[in-house]
C-alpha cells in the first residue's frame, strides 16, 4: 500500500528525530536528504512538512518537472543519481549540489556550464567503494587522481565524497565499506588541493544511515523509510 501524505509527514518526522538522535550520539551535525525518486510534488510537499529541507533526485526529468511546481520551496534540491553528459546543463545551477560526479570529463562539463552561467557549481566525488562492475563512481584507488584533476577544473568546488555501498550486504561489511570511505575522506582531506574541501561525507539510506553517521556521515540520503516502497508511475 502506497503511504498517505500524513504518513509520509509523520515517516519524515521520526527519520528526522532519529537522525539527529545518530548525530548527537556520533558528536557532529548530520543533514537529512530526503530521496524522493519516483515520489510526485505533492509527496514531496508532504515530507517538506515533516521537516525535510533537502530531496535528491535521480532523474534530471523528475528534477524539471518537479522544480516546474515548486516542489522544492523553501528546501534545496540536490542531484544523487548517474549524470548523463548530455543533460549537465539540465542540471548545474539548479541544485545546491551535485553528489555523483565521477569522471574528469563529466567535472569539465559541468565546471564549463557554471562558468557560462557565471556561477561555482558544488560538487561531491562518488566513490564506488565496493568497486563493483555495474556501479557509478570512481574505484577508490583512482579518487586521488581525480581530486587533482578537479583542482585544475574551474566552475567547480569539490565538497566531499557521496558513496553507495554493495546492496545486501551484512551490516559489518557495510560498516567496513562506510569507515573505508571515511578513510578516503581524510586521506583527501589532508592532501589540500585547490577547489577542494573535504567538508561533506555523504553516506547511509534507509537500511544503515545510523550506522553510517556512526562512521562519520554528515549527509545521508534516506528514501523508502520516509516515502514508503517506490512505484513506478505512468
Ligand atoms: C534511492 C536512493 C537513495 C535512498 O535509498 P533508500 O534505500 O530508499 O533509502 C539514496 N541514494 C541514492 C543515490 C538513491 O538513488
Do not use: W
Not at 548527537?24 to 510526485?40: F, I
Not at 539548479?94 to 558544488?122: M, N, W
Not at 550486504?169 to 569507515?179: A, L, M, S
Amino acid at each position: 500500500m502506497e503511504k498517505s501524505l500524513c504518513e509520509i509527514r509523520d515517516s519524515a518526522a521520526r527519520v528526522l528525530e532519529r537522525v539527529n538522535a545518530a548525530a548527537e550520539r556520533a558528536g557532529h551535525e548530520v543533514v537529512l536528504v530526503a530521496a524522493s525518486k519516483l515520489n510526485d510534488p505533492e509527496r514531496v510537499r508532504a515530507a517538506f512538512d515533516g521537516g525535510v529541507r533537502h530531496f535528491g533526485e535521480n532523474r534530471v526529468q523528475e528534477l524539471e518537472s518537479k522544480l516546474a511546481a515548486d516542489a522544492y520551496a523553501g528546501a534545496t534540491a540536490h542531484f544523487i543519481g548517474h549524470l548523463q553528459k548530455n543533460k549537465v546543463k539540465s542540471v548545474v545551477g539548479r541544485v545546491s549540489l551535485i553528489q555523483s560526479a565521477d569522471s574528469p570529463e563529466l567535472l569539465r562539463l559541468i565546471g564549463k556550464r557554471a562558468g557560462e552561467l557565471g556561477i561555482v557549481q558544488d560538487v561531491l566525488l562518488e566513490v564506488n567503494i565496493g568497486r563493483e562492475a555495474a556501479k557509478s563512481g570512481v574505484p577508490p584507488e583512482a579518487l586521488r587522481e581525480l581530486a587533482a584533476e578537479a583542482a585544475e577544473i574551474p566552475g567547480i568546488f569539490v565538497r566531499g565524497l557521496m558513496t553507495i555501498p554493495p546492496a545486501g550486504e551484512e551490516k559489518e561489511k557495510t560498516v567496513q565499506y562506510f569507515e573505508q570511505t571515511r578513510k578516503l575522506f581524510i586521506d583527501i582531506g589532508a592532501k589540500k588541493y585547490d577547489n577542494v574541501s573535504m567538508c561533506i561525507l555523504s553516506m547511509g539510506m534507509s537500511a544503515d544511515f545510523e550506522e553510517a553517521i556512526a562512521c562519520g556521515a554528515n549527509m545521508v540520503r534516506v528514501g523508502t523509510a520516509i516515502f514508503g516502497q517506490r512505484y513506478a508511475r505512468a
